[in-house]
């Protein structure tokens, strides 16, 4: 199964349906919404990793509005604009704010499929930079735990050896009560 959580959003049914169809056929997971409004209100209750959206659809929010709205909630979705009037300036908007490629209608799937493949191992690499990032972190912080553990010990054990060293310096005791005593402050580690 694909990782990646899909939204689709087109106001053509036929191309909604194609799109669906074939995702779901590739195990992404998917939803739909019918329009730009719809989409908006699944992208603020819902995370997608991608969102395919057509650029121009009826209704007051079109596909830029989608992708300012996705990138707004979390700047680690993914958005594909399609379009069947694509032009340079279009595409190259879309691309200042944030869309991470532009097809045109009709869609070829094929191409879609290598793109969404790509960002899914984008994704996957990111994550696992993520995961190594927290274990080092983890690995940092236990290591200082531990070489201030022994620091402390060695501290200890050099207060201990101080303590001995005056029992055995000290002329006052037999030297037999001083190894006594010596002996007894290293047993009782």
Known sequence: ???????????D??????????LQKEEYAIEIAKNGTEAIALISKHYFDVVVTDLKMP????????????????????VILITAH???????????????DYLQKPINF?????RLGKINNMKKLVKNADDLREAMDITEKNAGETIQNLELTVAELQNRLSEIESVLSEKSIDSTERIQLAL?????T
């Open 1 to 11: 199964m694909n990782n990646l959580k899909i939204l689709v959003v087109d106001d």
């Open 13 to 22: 049914p036929i191309t909604l349906l194609l799109l669906e169809k074939r």
């Open 59 to 78: 209704g007051g929010l079109d596909g830029i509005d989608v992708l300012e709205a996705s990138k707004a909630v979390n700047h680690r979705t993914e």
């Open 86 to 100: 694509a032009t340079i300036d279009t595409a190259v908007a879309a691309m200042k704010k944030g869309a991470s």
């Open 110 to 114: 094929d191409e879609l499929m290598i």
């Open 184 to 188: 007894s402050m290293l047993s009782a």
